[in-house]
């Protein structure tokens, strides 16, 4: 656990970074610091390892005040990925990612052993082990950076915004990567980013700061899209919130159809409304086809429409709601984890269950219901 | 010129020995006191200015003063090489302050941010992550230093030290040109000697530098 304890940070100009700022980072949980640049977040983030030190207030790692320890010390017990990677471009990945262990006196052999072993974890083949930093691509060199800062297995990371300078899709991929390993680590994470999406997508509770340095809203996601607590985070959290706190609903029950389907490669039937389902032979959906403009005979790749979305049955109901409206058929296509078909939502279907789930939510929080 | 080098070369190869000691040393030394002085420069910025400005005006002496008044200060002999070495020192340092200083800056700042966060304390971040980084930077302005200095060693030959320039005093004297000549030669192939030491000294500690992109 991390805690801040009316926290400021003034400089001698007089310009204030972070103003008496009191946040709890759980542990094993991510805590996102979100906001404008200027906000301070950013300064927040460096006070915890004291690359900043607090001009008043206290910072403590579990029971104990950051202050006592000697900086090397503190910061060697604590992972720091940035933006970068900052990476050293005179050693090797494998060397870059034994950094730490090294440090703390660990043997050379051993230490790199401990690299191998976070190369894997990170997703990196073992071929890049003994490249340098400027051999590889920007996400790659972003992994050894995560790599790198969990080698000494710290139970606490500091992250600065470490996937906003790489491109769309493999931030997405890198964030996923991020879920999943926290998943098995289980570390307390403060994460700082100016992207919203991101803050919403990977926090357990998201910081909003605003500039000035001043707590606006701590929240889970999911709260902070449908609560925002003033104008200054509604307008931060931005459009669309409506639609995005659906991505924190379980889909939950889904009342899927049975939908009729022909595999891949067979002859094609008319179906009743013109669209019919094609699937492998392992009844992964492939798309859907249109007999009206089909000629006959057997059902090729390219004849597929493939703008549905797939909705999973454990999902949310954001998914379920966009494989819905993503359908040129109509009916959004709901898989079971393993991609195989279970069936078929109408819109309809979806928002009648989204209707289901906000009436019982405004029930538990009406005034009758308050006091969780 | 190669009757010359012959009935000579005795007296050629001690000057010769004599020239390489008299300018590599100075490089060694200069180097090691230049690195703390460019760390000065570059740490606190404020100092920038003044102390590349005070080495840049260290090698405007006249190299004939600095060897006439040398001893005077230091208490040598007039002839002893020590004037000459410390000479050299001096025109070193000057020259490599900035390079120094430009060298260790050319470190970019998040991999400066990075290694201070995991846990490098000062002197330890300077030794295992900047001063590798700022290796090409230095070496170039080492690759200078130390051709400059061949050359400014045969200079010392007109206040009588022995090395490569007597060859050019006597040669002068006699109005005779193959010892010239032979002075020449040798120098230009010392310098390309010692240029050459330094480039792959550079090249065996920057393995990383040729490592591109696969394709």
Same mark, same amino acid.
């Given at each position: 656990m991390i805690r801040?304890? #009316? %926290?400021?940070?003034?400089?001698?100009?007089? =310009? +204030?970074? @972070?103003?008496?700022? #009191? %946040?709890?980072?759980?542990?094993?949980?991510? =805590? +996102?610091? @979100?906001g404008p640049s200027g906000c301070g977040k950013t300064t927040s983030l460096r006070m915890i390892n004291r690359m900043i030190e607090p001009t008043s207030g206290q910072i403590w790692l579990d029971d104990k005040d950051t202050a006592g320890f000697s900086a090397a010390e503190l910061r060697r017990g604590i992972g720091y990925v940035i933006q970068h990677a900052g990476l050293f471009p005179h050693r090797t990945v494998m060397d870059n990612v034994a950094t730490v262990p090294l440090l703390l006196g660990q043997g050379k052999r051993e230490a790199r052993a401990r690299a191998m072993e976070l190369l894997e974890r990170v997703g990196?083949?073992?071929?890049?082990?003994?490249?340098?930093?400027?051999?590889?691509?920007?996400?790659?060199?972003?992994r050894v950076g995560v790599a790198r800062a969990l080698a000494a297995d710290p139970p606490v990371m500091l992250m600065d915004e470490p996937f906003s300078a790489v491109d769309p899709v493999v931030r997405h991929d890198l964030q996923e990567e991020f879920l999943r390993l926290q998943g098995e680590l289980g570390k307390t994470i403060v994460f700082v980013t100016h992207d919203i999406d991101e803050a919403v997508k990977l926090g357990d509770q998201v910081a909003v700061m605003r500039v000035g340095g001043k707590l606006a809203q701590l929240a889970p996601p999911a709260e902070l899209l449908t609560a925002p607590a003033d104008a200054f985070v509604a307008g931060f959290v931005g459009r669309d919130r409506g639609y995005r706190a659906l991505a924190f609903e379980p889909a939950g029950a889904l009342p899927t159809h049975d939908e009729p389907t022909v595999v891949l490669g067979s002859d094609v039937s008319a179906a009743p409304d013109g669209?019919?389902?094609?699937v492998d032979d392992q009844r992964q959906p492939q798309g859907w086809l249109d007999t009206a403009n089909t000629p006959a005979g057997k059902v090729g790749q390219e004849q597929l429409h493939r703008g549905g979305t797939l909705a999973t049955h454990s999902g949310s109901l954001r998914a379920a709601l966009d494989a819905a409206l993503s359908s040129p058929s109509g009916r959004g296509v709901v898989v079971d984890d393993a991609g195989r078909l279970i069936g078929s939502v109408t819109t309809a279907e979806v928002v009648e269950l989204i209707e289901d789930h906000a009436t019982k939510s405004r029930a538990s929080q009406s005034p009758a219901g308050a006091g969780t | 010129m190669i009757t010359y080098f012959k009935e000579?070369?005795?007296?050629?190869?001690?000057?010769?020995?004599?020239?390489?000691?008299?300018?590599?040393?100075?490089?060694?030394?200069?180097?090691?006191?230049?690195?703390?002085?460019?760390?000065?420069?570059?740490?606190?910025?404020?100092?920038?200015?003044?102390?590349?400005?005070?080495?840049?005006?260290?090698?405007?002496?006249?190299?004939?003063?600095?060897?006439v008044v040398l001893p005077g200060l230091l208490g040598t002999k007039v002839l002893d090489p020590i004037n000459v070495a410390v000479a050299l020192t001096i025109y070193t340092v000057a020259l490599l302050v900035r390079v120094v200083a430009d060298g260790l800056a050319s470190v970019p700042d998040d991999v400066a941010q990075a290694a201070t966060a995991m846990g490098y304390g000062r002197f330890q971040r300077l030794v295992a992550v900047e001063l590798p980084i700022a290796v090409p930077?230095?070496?170039?302005?080492?690759?200078?230093?130390?051709?400059?200095?061949?050359?400014?060693?045969?200079?010392?030959?007109?206040?009588?030290?022995?090395?490569?320039?007597?060859?050019?005093?006597?040669?002068?004297?006699?109005?005779?040109?193959?010892?010239?000549?032979?002075?020449?030669?040798?120098?230009?192939?010392?310098a390309l000697v010692f240029d050459t030491v330094i480039v792959l000294v550079t090249r065996m500690l920057t393995p990383w530098r040729r490592a591109v992109q696969p394709s």
């Open positions: 801040f304890e #009316s %926290v400021s940070k003034k400089y001698p100009d007089g =310009t +204030v970074a @972070v103003d008496e700022l #009191s %946040v709890i980072a759980p542990s094993g949980q991510i =805590t +996102v610091f @979100v990196l083949d073992a071929k890049f082990a003994k490249r340098y930093p400027a051999q590889l691509s920007g996400g790659q060199q972003q669209w019919v389902l094609v | 000579h070369h005795a007296e050629i190869l001690s000057w010769l020995v004599s020239h390489i000691w008299l300018a590599a040393v100075p490089v060694v030394l200069g180097l090691i006191i230049a690195l703390p002085i460019g760390w000065l420069a570059q740490r606190y910025r404020w100092l920038y200015a003044p102390l590349v400005s005070i080495a840049g005006l260290l090698y405007t002496i006249p190299s004939i003063a600095l060897f930077v230095i070496a170039a302005g080492l690759r200078v230093a130390a051709v400059s200095n061949v050359s400014l060693v045969a200079v010392a030959a007109t206040i009588g030290v022995p090395e490569l320039g007597q060859l050019f005093t006597n040669g002068f004297q006699l109005s005779y040109f193959p010892p010239i000549l032979i002075g020449i030669v040798l120098c230009v192939a010392l």
